[in-house]
């Protein structure tokens, strides 16, 4: 939404914008109920998610929240929980395009200075999982995408970390 607003201001001196153009807006508005009662939802349930994550993560893959032996629970729980508030902005806005340019891009840096893009890779497979859980159908079409877009920019892909 704020990249397409952006395009939008961009055209101004050179022209008024058309139907076409302003189309976004019209099924922005449209789909704003959805997208406002998920934002709201996410927000009741961020503990709740980045538990049951955590504790899924705990059971199958307790590597992923100990990097080089040391804990890193209570750090990986605090930017997951980043990450979900992100998510849900980006829903709420419709605008995976400014969640990966402002937020995602900058967080891959960190993820991968640390070393932890398979983490990163697994944490939002099993996230996957628990809000599937918790969202209907309909809500999870809009999540998804995010969820995939958060994993490939910050994790990568399964084929990166398959053995040769």
Same mark, same amino acid.
């Given at each position: 939404? &704020?990249?397409?607003?952006?395009?939008?201001? %961009?055209?101004? =001196? #050179? !022209?008024? +914008?058309?139907?076409?153009? &302003?189309?976004f807006l019209d099924t922005?508005? %449209?789909?704003? =109920? #959805? !997208?406002? +009662?998920?934002?709201?939802?996410?927000?009741?349930?961020?503990?709740?998610?980045?538990?049951?994550?955590?504790?899924?993560?705990?059971?199958?893959?307790?590597?992923?929240?100990?990097?080089?032996?040391?804990?890193?629970?209570?750090?990986?729980?605090?930017?997951t929980l980043r990450v979900?508030?992100?998510?849900?902005?980006?829903?709420?806005?419709?605008?995976?395009?400014?969640?990966?340019?402002?937020?995602?891009?900058?967080?891959?840096?960190?993820?991968?200075?640390?070393?932890?893009?398979?983490?990163?890779?697994?944490?939002?497979?099993?996230m996957k999982v628990v809000?599937?859980?918790?969202?209907?159908?309909?809500?999870?079409?809009?999540?998804?995408?995010?969820?995939?877009?958060?994993?490939?920019?910050?994790?990568?892909?399964?084929?990166?970390?398959?053995?040769?």
């Amino acid at each position: 939404m &704020l990249s397409q607003l952006h395009a939008l201001e %961009q055209m101004t =001196p #050179d !022209r008024y +914008a058309t139907d076409e153009d &302003l189309q976004f807006l019209d099924t922005f508005g %449209q789909a704003f =109920p #959805d !997208r406002r +009662a998920l934002y709201l939802l996410f927000q009741s349930l961020e503990e709740k998610l980045v538990e049951e994550t955590y504790q899924l993560l705990e059971q199958k893959y307790p590597e992923v929240l100990r990097v080089k032996g040391m804990d890193f629970a209570s750090k990986w729980k605090a930017d997951t929980l980043r990450v979900l508030r992100y998510i849900a902005a980006a829903i709420l806005l419709n605008d995976s395009a400014t969640f990966q340019e402002r937020f995602l891009l900058w967080f891959q840096t960190i993820m991968r200075a640390f070393g932890v893009r398979r983490n990163c890779y697994i944490t939002y497979e099993a996230m996957k999982v628990v809000i599937h859980k918790h969202l209907t159908p309909s809500q999870f079409q809009l999540v998804e995408p995010l969820l995939n877009l958060t994993q490939e920019t910050l994790g990568g892909t399964l084929e990166e970390f398959k053995a040769p």
